[in-house]
């Protein structure tokens, strides 16, 4: 028997590489916080000096939002995630195109997105198909991910209001064709206006992509922008909407006149200082850490894929910097998890959200892959803090971890 030398477990060793799940807050975004827990703790609807550096403090963030994503300053919504930019979006778009509408002449509004959205688009529509307020067509996608732009042209109806897609991908990092999306309708748009008064909007996702990717809405043509600070170095529980000027959503909360009666609530002030210091971060430091983090992706990719029964999910070009996705066959995603993490490694398999769900991956199905292989997925997602030292030992244990699995697991065609 062949005796391989292994490397046993290190308990002190903590790797990182689910930055796509979560990052840390950064040092500077959380200084630029602090004052506001206790110093500077005003209400910003108060008239008092405290209320109006709370106030004051709010309004620069928006400004920060607004000069990352090139939009005016009212075009900002703060929330506390993305998640609610989401619901508010989807949800106060259609309220809105619903009241227009006579009682006579009334169509049901159409929405089209991808069947590979995060679970906030997807449970969001199909609660609006429940309540009867809206037809969606969630579109399908190619083998790496991608949707087709003719595809979506195809799927519009008289009655569609609203295209949904997520810019990048959370489980395999796809990059959809934003931009070109966003041209088909202006293009579109131009007609209808002219015909019958008519417009779809059009929302994207920008969760995963506001740290590496151009988010210029007006570069893009989107109207609807979605963000969590969470995952650019900000803390959880904040979020924004990109809103452009003249589109009205029915608020999806209601109580007090906040962010321009858009969003009740009094405003989380140290929150929205962080989330606006975090954009301006990210903003500045992505062209470096854009090369370094793909080229840190590339070895990882490489890596893995030395290992037998290892495929890539999601495309080789068209990815965001930070997702490094595969399917590893005859181990089980959580098995790999778990093991990795004795090793003092972080990964994922799929969504954060759907970890711990036994279903396979929504994405994955979509993308073709069978329940069986589904279940060996397996995320790196890197971030700034990641080292060429730590990609060195992922990729040194990682085909023991597979090899260890793959000793335990029942082999294929065994007997149940
Ligand atoms: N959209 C995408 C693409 C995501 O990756 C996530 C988080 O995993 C969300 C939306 C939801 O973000 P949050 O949970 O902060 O609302």
């Known amino acids: 028997m062949e005796n391989k030398k292994r490397t046993s477990p290190e308990p002190s060793r903590r790797v990182y590489l689910d930055y796509a799940a979560t ?21 910003a609807s108060e008239v008092h000096s405290f209320g109006t550096e709370a106030r004051v403090a709010i309004e ?12 005016s300053h009212k075009e900002i919504i703060f929330t506390s995630c993305a998640t609610e930019s989401i619901n508010l979006a989807h949800k106060g778009l259609v309220e809105t195109i619903n009241n227009q509408q006579s009682t006579i002449n009334k169509t049901k509004p159409h929405i089209i997105t991808t069947s590979i959205e995060h679970k906030a688009v997807i449970e969001t529509c199909k609660h609006l198909e429940k309540l009867g307020w809206a037809e969606v ?40 064709p934003i931009e070109q999306i966003g041209q088909l309708l202006k293009s579109i748009n131009n007609k209808q206006l002219t015909i019958n008064n008519r417009r779809i909007y059009f929302h994207t996702d920008a969760t995963q992509a506001i740290q590496y990717l151009d988010c210029d809405v007006n570069r893009l043509g989107v109207d609807l922008m979605s963000l969590t600070g ?39 002030v140290p929150y929205i200082v962080g989330l606006g210091e975090a954009i301006k971060v990210a903003q500045a430091q992505i062209t470096n850490h854009k090369s370094q983090i793909t080229r840190l992706r590339d070895r990882v ?116």
Not at 143 to 171: C, F, H, W
Not at 236 to 265: C, F, H, M, T
């Open 137 to 176: 067509t969630y579109l399908p996608v190619d083998s790496t991910g991608l949707i087709a732009v003719d595809q979506i042209e195809k799927a519009i109806r008289p009655e569609t209001v609203l295209i949904s897609i997520m810019y990048v991908n959370n489980e395999v990092g796809t990059i959809q």
């Open 301 to 416: 990719i490489e890596g893995v894929l030395k290992i037998h029964g290892t495929r890539l999910t999601g495309p080789k070009d068209k990815r965001a910097p930070h997702i490094a996705s595969f399917v590893i066959e005859g181990v089980e995603g959580e098995a790999i998890l778990l093991l990795l993490n004795e090793y003092g490694v972080a990964a994922s398999t799929g969504s954060a959200c759907t970890a711990g769900d036994l279903n396979p991956s929504h994405v994955l199905t979509a993308m073709g892959f069978k329940p069986e292989e589904s279940h060996g997925s397996l995320r790196f997602s890197l971030g700034k803090g990641t080292t060429e030292e730590e990609i060195d030992y992922v990729i040194k244990i990682l085909p023991e971890v597979v090899g260890k699995i793959r000793e335990i697991a029942p082999k294929l065609g065994d007997s149940v």
């Open 230 to 268: 969470h995952k650019f170095h900000a803390p959880k529980g904040i979020g924004a909407l990109y809103v452009r000027q003249g589109i009205k959503l029915v608020r999806q909360q209601d109580g007090g006149g906040q962010e321009s009666n858009r969003r009740a609530g009094t405003e989380n």
């Open 23 to 43: 990052t840390p807050v950064d040092p500077g975004v959380l200084a630029a916080m602090l004052p506001y827990f206790n110093e500077k703790a005003g209400n």
């Open 60 to 71: 620069e963030a928006r400004s920060k939002v607004a000069e990352a994503l090139g939009a």
